[in-house]
């Protein structure tokens, strides 16, 4: 059976909804892979790469799916740092053996943003900051070679005008969301890594 683990933030570990339910719980399902979620709440890519050995290394994984960034942009961190640590967890993985997979992020909905977050980091500059990040993973993928899961030109075309209907807090998918992740991704691993 193969074996992926996604390394990511609260959009990986499935914040909202029951692990189950979450989209990495729902690709399990669909796929029939040994499907492992290591999504933490609130992480950075910097946490993601302190914690590749553990996490990733350690599980001998055929694949990891490494998607986060967002919480890195809303904490102010320059992309110039995220791109390193996207960088850095791609290359552990080439050397243990272990096929990268980049993810893009989703947008964040400007209209359904919680006020909170919106006082501590504005959204619109979070989203362009978010673009200009998948642009770089795009280029990325082409140079190394590395599969690219495009979440965010995936998830914006399928949801379509129910856009900020499937995101519960203007940023984490609700079950529905969820369900549209799994089935994205599924689509996905079956054309690439049959």
């Not at 552990?92 to 272990?98: C, K, P, Q, S, W």
Request: with cysteine; charged share 20%.
């Amino acid at each position: 059976m193969k074996k992926i683990v996604c390394l990511g933030d609260s959009l990986t570990r499935g914040f909202g909804v029951p692990e189950k339910e979450s989209w990495v719980g729902l690709l399990k399902e669909k796929h029939g892979w040994n499907t492992i979620n290591k999504g933490v709440n609130g992480d950075t890519t910097s946490g993601m790469l302190s914690r590749f050995q553990e996490d990733v290394i350690k599980e001998k994984p055929g694949y990891v799916l490494i998607a986060g960034g967002v919480n890195d942009l809303i904490c102010g961190s320059p992309l110039g740092a995220i791109q390193a640590n996207i960088m850095g967890m791609v290359h552990v993985a080439y050397r243990h053996g272990i096929l990268p997979i980049v993810g893009t992020c989703l947008l964040g909905d400007e209209g359904n943003f919680r006020k909170d977050w919106n006082d501590m980091a504005d959204i619109g500059e979070i989203n362009a900051l978010n673009r200009a990040y998948r642009c770089w993973i795009l280029k990325l993928s082409a140079v190394f070679h590395v599969p690219c899961l495009d979440l965010q030109k995936e998830y914006l075309l399928r949801a379509g005008i129910r856009y900020g209907m499937t995101l519960t807090d203007g940023l984490h998918p609700s079950r529905e969301g969820h369900e549209l992740m799994a089935s994205i991704a599924d689509e996905f691993l079956k054309a690439h890594c049959a």
